[in-house]
């Protein structure tokens, strides 16, 4: 089992940045990919960025990339996304996920995701 926990939501004004943090415990942290997902009000839950184990490999949404930037700590068992330039349609709920997946295609697939968080909100509005 592994736990996530997520944390640094909250309001920001338009063009404003956020640092999320997402902590697990349990199981060995660097066994797992990690990923941002989001979901905003009535839609569905959607990938934002994930990275590989031992940080090798990033991959984004396009409407996030050049704005947001995943990174992980694995002796802290910490994944961060940092947001820049932030977008009232970055509203949402944000959740971190862990995947035992090594295929760099599926990171983007919700249904590859073993472990969430109970998610944090964002809200972007002026």
């Known amino acids: 089992q592994v736990q996530l926990v997520e944390s640094g939501g909250g309001l920001v004004q338009p063009g404003g940045s956020l640092r999320l943090s997402c902590t697990a415990s349990?199981?060995?942290?660097?066994?797992?990919?990690m990923a941002w997902f989001r979901q905003a009000p009535g839609q569905e839950r959607v990938f934002v960025a994930a990275i590989s184990r031992r940080s090798i490999s990033t991959y984004y949404a396009d409407s996030v990339k050049g704005r947001f930037t995943i990174s992980r700590d694995n002796a802290k068992m910490t994944v961060y996304l940092q947001m820049n330039n932030l977008k009232t349609e970055d509203t949402a709920v944000y959740y971190c996920?862990?995947?035992?997946?090594?295929?760099?295609?599926?990171?983007?697939?919700?249904?590859?995701?073993?472990?969430w968080g109970q998610g944090t909100q964002v809200s972007v509005s002026s």
């Open positions: 996920a862990a995947s035992q997946t090594r295929t760099p295609a599926r990171l983007i697939r919700l249904n590859e995701y073993d472990y």
């Open positions: 349990g199981r060995t942290f660097s066994d797992y990919a």
